[in-house]
């Protein structure tokens, strides 16, 4: 599809001209997705799914912390190979996979899934229709996004993106999963301008 291959064309380039400090999302430690994966209470077993993960360092202090099976998915081969570089050795541990999440076709099921920044570009009905359809089939425990709220930017890496607010995020997802909890915060970016997110945890209903 034209649309797909230009945004992964445009993520390509990002990664391959740009540095961690020269782009806007960049964070040294990702405490909130940390804790919002930390309260989910699941063993170090659980598996992961970190979408649009990119060269955050997430998946840094996921190893570090003891979790055994962690997938990273991006659409930019350039994001991942450089988070590979960074890792090193420890690379080896993690399943990584080059895909846009809207042609995303998971082999396996989810106890978490992470996405900060992804799901905001998503912007046309049929691409949110898309991921969510995904996310119903593939994730059993527990949902973890991050977007700009209704108080953060409008456009990100020069794209439009969605804004949510509590509820309209909730409904993108209640057919399948109820909320826990939500909360915003201030991302300072590397050159200091704020970003205004918005994250909430989902349970999936029904699950063992």
């Known amino acids: 599809m034209e649309i797909n291959d230009n945004r992964k064309e445009h993520w390509d380039t990002v990664y391959s001209t740009k540095q961690p400090h020269e782009v806007s999302w960049t964070q040294e430690k990702p405490i909130t997705s940390l804790d919002f994966i930390t309260q989910t209470n699941l063993d170090k077993f659980a598996k992961i799914i970190d979408i649009g993960g990119g060269d955050s ?22 994001a991942l190979e450089r988070a590979k570089k960074r890792l090193g050795n420890k690379a080896d541990k993690v ?9 995303f ?10 996405d900060r920044a992804a799901f905001h570009f998503l912007t046309t009905e049929e691409q949110i229709k898309a991921y969510t359809a995904t996310v119903a089939k593939a994730v059993t425990g527990y949902l973890i996004i991050g977007t700009f709220s209704e108080n953060g930017p409008q456009k990100c890496s020069g794209l439009d993106i969605k804004q949510y607010t509590e509820t309209t995020l909730e409904h993108q997802f209640s057919d399948s999963f109820k909320k826990l909890k939500c909360t915003t915060e201030d991302h300072v970016t590397p050159f200091d301008t704020t970003q205004n997110f918005l994250f909430c945890s989902y349970k999936r209903e029904n699950s063992n």
């Open 105 to 114: 076709i998971p082999e396996t099921t989810f106890d978490i899934w992470h």
């Open 95 to 103: 399943n990584w996979i080059v895909s846009d999440v809207t042609e």
């Open 57 to 78: 360092r997430l998946v840094d202090f996921l190893l570090d912390e003891g979790y055994q099976d962690i997938t990273v998915l991006d659409i930019s081969a350039e």
